[in-house]
């Protein structure tokens, strides 16, 4: 496969040789090849494209202004490169992107507040960047929101509580304060929430609504609280050690038969540990030390 210094080139020599044929691309996938050089700012003027997955490859340069232009892009793969930049503030033009995924570089700023238009995104994947400032109040129509490992600060905006398709949010390892706010319990289709953060106040009961959730790891923060088990029978991993979590752990636990991890340690419960916990056949691992 040709560096994509080359495919710029080449890029422009079909784009000025065979500008009708050009302009009807719907599909550019080249991931996992070997290309570098910066993406080809010409690739803005495909009007038709639908899919462009550039992702795992060795790309370097910024995010061109130019992608903008594609506004019938459903798919934008730029992941496990070497981006560097800003997300572009253009990027709300994209109004029929549904999949966004740009982990794995070295991208810096903010998540632009543009991306709010962005009402038929479902993915934004920027995970593994250096991205900083706070979670736009409003983005899309979500299924899977995860941007861990940047320095991403401030609150949990109270509006996530809107995103009713949600089944993925993973926080974790920013540098977000603040609590939890307690719309989180809305979010009916959640499986999985990692949250590894500074997060303080109490944890909500209202995380107990979450009926299809998997997952929840809520660990290494300063939550107090009681644990909110409440109507969590799908749950298979709970992880909520090194928390200040008070009183006993509640007998509800019982009812998460599915359950194969409980990590509560280093908290401050206290009272006997239930004997409904005999009901969790599945348990593998079981940690509840320095409370």
Not at 83 to 100: E, K, M, T, W
Request: hydrophobic residues 40%.
């Amino acid at each position: 496969m040709l560096p994509l210094f080359q495919y710029d080139w080449w890029l422009k020599s079909w784009y000025v040789t065979c500008p009708a044929v050009f302009s009807q691309v719907v599909f550019w996938v080249c991931d996992t090849n070997s290309l570098s050089g910066p993406i080809p700012s010409e690739l803005g003027t495909l009007q038709n494209l639908q899919t462009l997955d550039l992702g795992n490859n060795s790309i370097t340069g910024i995010i061109p202004e130019s992608l903008c232009e594609c506004t019938s892009l459903l798919e934008l793969h730029l992941d496990s490169n070497k981006l560097n930049g800003i997300i572009p503030d253009r990027i709300g033009n994209l109004v029929n992107l549904q999949f966004h995924g740009a982990f794995t570089n070295l991208l810096e700023g903010s998540i632009p507040t543009s991306a709010g238009q962005l009402k038929e995104l479902q993915v934004l994947s920027l995970d593994s960047n250096k991205l900083n400032g706070t979670i736009p109040d409003t983005v899309g129509d979500l299924v899977s929101l995860i941007t861990f490992h940047n320095l991403l600060e401030g609150s949990i905006p109270t509006s996530v509580g809107k995103l009713k398709q949600l089944q993925v949010l993973a926080l974790y390892q920013n540098h977000i304060s603040a609590i939890i706010p307690t719309e989180i319990g809305n979010l009916s289709s959640l499986q999985l929430l990692l949250f590894v953060n500074s997060l303080s106040g109490e944890l909500p009961t209202s995380i107990g609504h979450l009926t299809e959730l998997q997952t929840l790891d809520i660990c290494q923060n300063h939550l107090s609280g009681i644990i909110p088990i409440g109507n969590l029978s799908r749950l298979q991993t709970l992880q909520l050690f090194e928390n200040f979590l008070s009183e006993q752990i509640p007998s509800e636990i019982g009812r998460c038969k599915n359950l194969t991890l409980l990590n509560l340690y280093m908290n401050k419960l206290t009272g006997s540990i239930p004997g409904e916990i005999e009901n969790l056949q599945q348990l593998e691992f079981l940690r509840l030390y320095n409370n």
